[in-house]
Every structure is written in C-alpha cells, then in structure tokens.
C-alpha cells in the first residue's frame, strides 16, 4: 500500500513537473525532487528513469548531491514569475498581487542562495563557506 501511494505520487509530481518546464507559475524543480523522492521509494526502474533522463536527470544528480541549483534554472525561474506577477496584475485584486509577490521573492532569494554551477560549489567548499542556507 505505502508503496503504491509513492509510487502514484511520483507519477503526479512527474506530471506536474512536465507541466512546470512550459507553464509559467507552476515550478518544476519542486515536482522533480518529490517525483524523484517518490521513485526511490517506490520504483527502481522510474528511479533510474528519471536520473538517467536527458533534461532532468544532470539537474538531480547535481541537487541531490551539491545542492546546485543552475544558473539559467533561476533566470528561468525569475523570468516566469515576473510574467505570472504581471498576468497576476490585470486578473487578480491587488491584495492577491502582492501577497503572490512576497512569496516568488522568498522562493526567489531561497534559490539565489544555493551555488548555480559544481566549480562554484567546490570554491565554497574550498573556502569553508556556506553551500546554502544551513550547510
């Protein structure tokens, strides 16, 4: 049973990260992790699947072991949420605006933290620095 429920929700997070890469508002990178969590509980192959996936499999490997977060990841990621703020503008009363605008800046200054390449990476930990928020 627990296994059928990861496995269910690996193949939901799966979907909505497939979703995430070509719809602005809806992240990718989140759905990724948890469907990538989910297969390794759940499903060996979706596990190799999934790591050894053209697109996302460097992006996994690179989180899961470096907490790298690419570059071009968060331009794409500012990109999005400043077009969703905007279509946010002439849909939503103002109040949603902004409430919306404080959390993609949160979510935007947590990304920002983490290192965008490995030789970045490898630099902080060279010089005893912090890789992300705790680490």
């Not at 890469?21 to 759905?31: K, L, M, Q």
Request: glycine content about 8%; aromatic content about 18%; charged content about 20%.
């Amino acid at each position: 049973m627990k296994k059928t429920f990861f496995f269910v929700s690996g193949w939901f997070c799966l979907i909505m990260a497939y979703i995430g890469v070509v719809t602005p508002g809806i992240p990718f990178s989140i759905f990724l992790v948890g469907a990538a969590y989910c297969f390794a509980r759940s499903s060996k192959k979706m596990e190799d699947w999934i790591y050894n996936h053209r697109h996302f499999g460097p992006f996994l490997i690179n989180w899961e072991n470096k907490r790298v977060f690419p570059q071009k990841a968060k331009y794409m990621m500012i990109a999005v949420m400043l077009s969703s703020l905007l279509i946010m503008y002439f849909t939503v009363p103002i109040k949603g605006v902004i409430y919306s605008g404080i959390c993609m800046l949160l979510v935007a200054v947590w990304a920002w933290r983490y290192p965008a390449s490995t030789e970045e990476w490898q630099r902080r930990k060279d010089g005893g620095e912090k890789i992300g928020w705790l680490k």
